[in-house]
Nanobody
C-alpha cells in the first residue's frame, strides 16, 4: 500500500493550494479517504474526509475554505485549500481507511502560510 501526497508549499495568507494524493495497493473505490494535518507541537487532527459514498465531513476550522474530492478512476484524492491562514501551517497527511478499518498513511506534505 502506498499513498503519495503532493502539492504542499509556501503561500501568503489568503492564497490557495491544492493537495493531491495517489493511492496504490488498496481497493480505492471502497476506501474512505481523508486529509489530516499536524502542526509543530500539536496532535494530528482531521481536516476533511470523503467516504466511499462521496459524503464529506470537515473540521470546523476549515469549513467554507477547503474542499475535498476524489477521483476513483485514477485513485486520487484532492484537497483544495482557499483563503489560507497562518494557522493552517502544518504537515498534511493523506489517509485511507479500508475494509476492516485498516488505516494507511502517506508521507506528508508541508504547507506553510505566512502572514
Amino acid at each position: 500500500v502506498q499513498l503519495q501526497a503532493s502539492g504542499g508549499g509556501s503561500v501568503r495568507a489568503g492564497g490557495s493550494l491544492r493537495l493531491s494524493c495517489v493511492a496504490s495497493g488498496i481497493m480505492f473505490s471502497v476506501a474512505d479517504m481523508g486529509w489530516y494535518r499536524q502542526a509543530p507541537g500539536k496532535q494530528r487532527e482531521l481536516v476533511a474526509i470523503v467516504s466511499s459514498a462521496y459524503s464529506t465531513n470537515y473540521a470546523d476550522s476549515v469549513k467554507g475554505r477547503f474542499a475535498i474530492s476524489r477521483d476513483n478512476a485514477n485513485n486520487m484524492v484532492y484537497l483544495q485549500m482557499n483563503s489560507l491562514k497562518p494557522e493552517d501551517t502544518a504537515t498534511y497527511y493523506c489517509n485511507a481507511e479500508t475494509v476492516g478499518n485498516r488505516n494507511y498513511w502517506g508521507q506528508g506534505t508541508l504547507v506553510t502560510v505566512s502572514s
